[in-house]
C-alpha cells in the first residue's frame, strides 16, 4: 500500500480560558500561514489522550485538562471527493487552559486566545468551526453560566 492510501490519525482541542478560544497560526503545510486549533499526529504507541497534552503542549507551551471528546472527524483525500492530500481522522477534544502563556512553538507560527466569534471567523475549515461550535455548547452543558459573549457589569 502506497503512503498516499494509508490512513493517519490526527488530535486536536478546543482550549478554553474562560470564554476565550486557543487558536493557533501553522508554520508547517498543510495549511501554512492559516489559522487553526491546536493539535498534530498520533505517534505510533501513544494514548490519544496523551498525545493531545503532547501536542498542545509542543505547538503552545500550554498546560491543560481535557474535559471531554467533541466528535471525529475526517479529512478526505481529493480523490475521494476531498480537500485534502491524504485520508487524515481526528479525534477533537475540549479542553480548559491550566496553566502558562501561549508562545508559538513546534509546527506554530502564532498562538493566542481570541473571542470565539474571531475564532469562527479566522478558521479556514468548516470542520474546525463545527468543533469550536461543539465545543462551546459542551462547556454550556457543562457551566450553565458559561458565556462567549463579553458581559457588561457583573
Excluded at 65 to 93: C, N, S, T
Excluded at 111 to 140: C, G
Aim: proline content about 6%; charged content about 30%.
Amino acid at each position: 500500500m502506497a503512503e498516499s492510501e494509508t490512513i493517519k490519525v490526527g488530535v486536536g482541542a478546543v482550549v478554553f480560558r474562560g470564554a476565550d478560544v486557543l487558536l493557533i497560526k501553522r508554520g508547517k503545510p498543510p495549511f501554512k500561514g492559516q489559522w487553526s486549533i491546536p493539535g498534530g499526529g498520533l505517534d505510533y504507541g501513544e494514548a490519544v489522550r496523551d498525545g493531545l497534552v503532547r501536542e498542545i503542549r509542543e505547538e503552545t507551551g500550554l498546560e491543560v485538562k481535557i474535559l471531554g471528546l467533541i466528535d471525529v472527524f475526517e479529512a478526505l483525500p481529493r480523490a475521494e471527493g476531498g480537500d485534502f492530500a491524504q485520508h487524515v481522522v481526528m479525534i477533537d477534544y475540549v479542553c480548559a487552559w491550566q496553566a502558562g502563556e501561549p508562545v508559538a512553538g513546534d509546527d506554530a507560527m502564532a498562538a493566542e486566545f481570541v473571542p470565539v466569534e474571531t475564532a469562527l471567523e479566522r478558521l479556514s475549515w468548516d470542520k474546525t468551526r463545527e468543533a469550536v461550535r461543539r465545543a462551546v455548547q459542551i462547556r454550556q452543558r457543562q457551566s450553565p453560566k458559561f458565556r462567549t459573549e463579553p458581559q457588561n457589569g457583573p
